[in-house]
């Protein structure tokens, strides 16, 4: 495979395994069923949607209080998913058609059931109990202190243990207790995890909630929280100054290998704050995700802005990481549906953004059909918080299982499925598929969209213009947020009389010659023009 820096400008696609592909009638997704299905994603040929990598969530052996995000081994492969030789297989096949392979690495917590938690439950002096967070109740009983757990339906994130008298720490649910990080024997131990999954081939890493790992080591109360959240730097609980010197273990612990990469979970929404994740030398994180895009209303005015505040703080060298859905939130499809004809315009507007602004673009399953979030009835709810209609299975077909699976799906298919489908969109040259996959196509041949500079153009209101360029190449993107016609008036821009339509979100419109002075543009309508 080619090396280089491909975490830069590939397509990075994420897996929720219990989702994709059944191949056993179970109902559950599985690694075989990924298989299976590899050619969807890059066959080698346009035909396919061409993405550079997958990220796996967690497909580890897992009692499933939060669908694998609790892990009781961290070396192993869950029954439901298969086997270390499906994994393997699975490595093979992905990278013989050059597709790399991430995994998700969840340091912050194992299962209650993980061996290393039944130990150290088992005595306050047995050899693993420093290995977790454990304190003595207040003089009235009460927890430790005041922290909160991210779930809000958790509340109170300390669980009293009757056996030893002690509380532990669960920044999430009571079944994922904390590891102690400041403890040299777990860094040891987690590090032999990352060596595990390395020999085995894997290119990389997504690493879950990695601004929590470390906190006050004296466990002192956060300040009473103002309502607009928390400034940065103040919490306790999380983003502690150790978290980097965690990060950079890891980080020369993967430098050891050829190639391989690290993307971190950091739910941190201050730019400023986030981008100390790739570490004052860049020798941290490779990328962090930018959740901005995720709670970002529809309009161009404020993805720009987003957009532009984040490029502001970038050190020197390190580069942007985009991304509208994943399976901890409503899909974009659904978040940013106005209604009518609106809302499938709207997200192919979306996908034109992403794949053509200047950072690593991740895709969630099902984004590139418009799968939108399912229905999920109180009686199906399997998530506590609220997580469930963006997993429903993906959907490959009308059929009843939606091609997911030949027998009953763990998580209901969704209604849309009937009509929204791979199958219905695989041979239409105006699906939402054939948009992104020309999307992705034409960005693997483009050093402008992949590595070329940024420059917005314009400020007509409801319009997102951009130009990306690198040598000769010059590339405008021009979004319209708005369901009503819209031009960019290039001429007060500098830009030149005449481009080259290269691609529009509107299916109707061919490619060719085209006038900017000014460029028209439909509702809802982007388009990328060869300048
Ligand atoms: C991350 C995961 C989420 C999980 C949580 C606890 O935020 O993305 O799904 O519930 O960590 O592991
Ligand atoms: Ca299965």
């Not at 690493?207 to 607009?228: C, Y």
């Not at 704050?273 to 895009?293: I, P, T």
């Not at 974009?332 to 997200?347: I, L, M, P, Q, V």
Request: net charge negative.
């Amino acid at each position: 495979m080619a090396t280089g820096d491909w975490w830069r400008h590939g397509v990075i696609y994420q897996i929720y395994p219990r989702s994709f592909q059944d191949s056993n009638g179970d109902g559950i997704g599985d690694l075989p069923g990924i298989i299976s299905r590899l050619d969807h994603l890059n066959d080698g040929t346009p035909d396919s949607l061409g993405v550079d990598a997958i990220w796996l969530s967690p497909f580890y052996p897992s009692p499933m209080a939060d669908f694998g995000y609790d892990v009781s081994d961290y070396c192993d492969v869950h029954p439901d998913y298969g086997t270390l030789a499906d994994f393997d297989e699975l490595v093979r096949q992905a990278h013989r058609r050059g597709i790399r392979v991430l995994v998700d690495f969840v340091p912050n917590h194992t299962s209650d059931q993980h061996p290393w938690f039944r130990e150290s439950r088992s005595s306050r002096t047995g050899p693993r109990r420093g290995w977790y967070v454990w304190r003595d109740p207040g003089a009235d009983g009460s927890p430790p202190n005041n922290w909160r757990s991210y779930f809000p339906a958790v509340g109170v994130p300390w669980t009293l243990d009757p056996a030893t008298g002690q509380y532990y720490l669960h920044s999430f649910l009571p079944q994922q207790p904390d590891l102690n990080w400041w403890n040299p024997e777990v860094r040891a131990a987690m590090h032999d995890v990352l060596r595990f999954w390395l020999e085995r081939g894997v290119d990389g890493f997504r690493i879950d909630v990695a601004h929590k790992m470390a906190r006050d080591p004296e466990l002192r109360d956060n300040p009473p929280e103002p309502s607009g959240g928390f400034p940065a730097g103040v919490r306790r609980d999380e983003d502690w100054p150790e978290v980097h010197v965690i990060l950079r273990e890891f980080r020369r612990l993967l430098d050891g290998y050829d190639d391989r990469m690290a993307v971190g979970e950091v739910g941190i929404y201050d730019p400023a704050r986030l981008v100390r994740y790739f570490g004052d030398a860049l020798d941290e994180l490779h990328l962090a995700f930018n959740f901005a895009f995720l709670v970002q209303p529809w309009s161009a005015e404020a993805f720009r802005a987003s957009v532009e505040r984040y490029q502001s703080v970038l050190p020197e060298g390190a580069w942007p990481v985009y991304t509208l859905s994943n399976h901890d939130n409503p899909r974009a499809r659904s978040r940013y549906d106005g209604g009518g004809a609106s809302g499938e315009r709207r997200t192919r507007v979306g996908a034109m953004m992403l794949l053509t602004l200047r950072g690593t673009p991740f895709l969630y399953y099902g984004e590139e059909i418009g799968q939108p979030d399912g229905e999920v009835p109180p009686d199906r709810v399997v998530d506590v918080h609220g997580r469930d209609p963006e997993r429903t299975p993906m959907q490959w077909d009308g059929g009843p299982g939606a091609g997911f699976t030949g027998g009953d799906p763990w998580m209901p298919v969704g209604s849309a499925a009937r009509s929204v489908n791979v199958a219905a969109q695989r041979a239409d040259p105006a699906s939402i598929l054939s948009l992104y996959r020309r999307l992705i196509w034409y960005r693997r041949s483009s050093a402008a969209l992949r590595w070329g500079s940024y420059e917005s153009v314009g400020r007509t209101p409801g319009l997102f213009a951009f130009v990306r360029e690198c040598g000769e190449e010059r590339l405008l993107v021009a979004l319209n947020f708005r369901d009503e016609p819209a031009h960019l008036d290039g001429s007060s821009l500098g830009l030149p009389h005449r481009g080259r339509l290269e691609l529009s979100t509107d299916p109707d419109r061919a490619p060719g010659a085209i006038g900017i002075q000014p460029l028209r543009l439909g509702p809802d309508e982007g388009v990328i023009v060869r300048l």
